[in-house]
């Protein structure tokens, strides 16, 4: 992927101001000493980096890319060492995150207050998903109730509780015209499982708002069901505490207590345990056993739930970053079911999403296996695929491609709203053929 990645670690990180809620962001106390690294040779250091992050030692930035790690200060040393041993070449374009932080907040705080003109989102009036700014967690619940209050066909309800109590709400849109009394077809979309890709969040509340309005023949008699964010935990204590925080926020009596979370995209029993970690203070750290954390045990009770009751015709997991469709498998190379029908229908998805024309080469989707660079397993997409038979399983990974990274701008809800609402209304028909 040719992407100057030391724009992207510069830039990954200068955004925070600019993606923050109205709630001041602290100082990230957490990240002093944490240092951003590219690497050389794509796919020659995939392996090793893989290791060390399920060893606990870097935290490999983006799906599907391993170009630049984030380091951390009690593992330097020891990356160091195994990097050179494998020969292969580094360099560090971020020495201090803590600090960068701190610059880059200086820098912008003035221009920051004279310009922006924040959208507002109150307890009693959150008619829309905000688009100038991401929302928080209390935001998104407001604005769920409001779409519930405001279409008949929308129904909203608590799935189960996170940790910290928090609830995990999924939102079922119903047809506008529903036909006989048989099983109707129905699709997910899941939201928000890593805690700090916040476009992803952002752009499923989006599209809930398309598809709640729309009265077209996409959603006459089909069964739409989202849980717009999984991890709620994560997700305000990626806002308040540590930006790059990607687990859910449980602690196990039983393991290590100091390193809290577990990756909610390692923890589904589907090939679990490949190219996850059995460190708890890894980032991949997959839990004590598959299903063993509140919000994957939630998400599977639903998912079942629908899948006796419907026909799943479709299943995507809204990811960040890389700009991608993947499709299972993803803990092993071999071929799926229906591989040749999803990656069809996924071209076609692409190709709408895509955006091409008036010399603009703008956002770019392509769409491959999920294991095409490296096996991970225990994930929502392989688990769908696996477990409940759905024919069109998919993750889809945001824009960008590794210029802002994780702290993609506000400014591209939008267009990345947009064109994914376009790539759905070419799958979803292409999804239900029989």
Not at 71 to 92: C, H
Not at 129 to 154: C, G, I
Not at 321 to 342: F, I
Not at 399 to 422: C, M, N, T, Y
Request: proline residues 5%; aromatic residues 8%; positive net charge.
């Amino acid at each position: 992927m040719a992407v100057s990645w030391v724009i992207l670690v510069i830039l990954v990180l200068n955004v925070v101001l600019v993606t923050s809620s109205p709630t001041p962001v602290n100082n990230y106390q957490v990240l002093a000493g944490h240092q951003v690294w590219r690497t050389e040779g794509e796919r020659e250091a995939a392996a090793v980096m893989g290791r060390l992050e399920r060893e606990g030692l870097v935290d490999v930035l983006g799906h599907g890319t391993v170009s630049a790690v984030r380091v951390f200060p009690e593992s330097k040393d020891v990356v160091s060492a195994s990097l050179r041993r494998e020969g292969i070449k580094y360099q560090v374009v971020i020495p201090d995150l803590r600090s960068h932080f701190a610059e880059e907040r200086r820098r912008v705080k003035k221009e920051l207050l004279s310009s922006r003109q924040m959208e507002t989102c109150l307890e009693s009036d959150c008619p829309k998903p905000l688009t100038q700014r991401y929302m928080t967690f209390p935001e998104m619940e407001w604005y769920l109730h409001d779409l519930k209050a405001r279409y008949s066909r929308v129904e909203l309800k608590s799935i189960g509780k996170t940790f910290e109590n928090r609830d995990i709400w999924m939102v079922h849109i119903k047809p506008t015209a529903a036909r006989g009394t048989i099983k109707r077809d129905a699709i997910w979309i899941e939201g928000g499982i890593h805690a700090r890709e916040w476009i992803s969040e952002a752009v499923t509340l989006q599209l809930l708002d398309r598809l709640a309005a729309d009265n077209t023949s996409l959603t006459r008699n089909i069964d739409i069901y989202s849980v717009p964010i999984v991890n709620p935990d994560g997700y305000e204590y990626s806002r308040t505490t540590n930006r790059m925080w990607r687990k859910n926020r449980s602690i196990d009596p039983s393991v290590r207590q100091d390193c809290p979370g577990v990756d909610l995209n390692r923890n589904w029993d589907e090939g679990y345990g490949v190219g996850a970690s059995t460190n708890p203070c890894s980032d991949t750290y997959q839990g004590r056993n598959p299903f063993s954390e509140l919000e994957t045990r939630a998400l599977k009770k639903e998912m079942e739930r629908v899948s006796s009751t419907n026909n799943f015709r479709l299943v995507m997991a809204v990811h960040s970053y890389g700009q991608k469709l993947y499709y299972p498998w993803g803990y092993t190379r071999e071929k799926a079911p229906y591989t040749a029908e999803m990656k069809s229908a996924g071209e076609a998805f692409a190709q709408a999403a895509s955006v091409r024309g008036r010399g603009r080469r703008g956002t770019q989707y392509e769409v491959t296996s999920s294991s095409d660079l490296y096996l991970a397993s225990g994930a929502t997409d392989d688990w769908s695929k696996g477990a409940l038979n759905v024919k069109y399983v998919y993750t889809l990974e945001l824009p960008d491609e590794g210029f802002h990274g994780f702290a993609l701008p506000p400014s591209h809800i939008k267009s990345a709203s947009r064109d994914v609402w376009r790539g759905l209304k070419k799958l979803i028909p292409l999804a239900r053929e029989k």
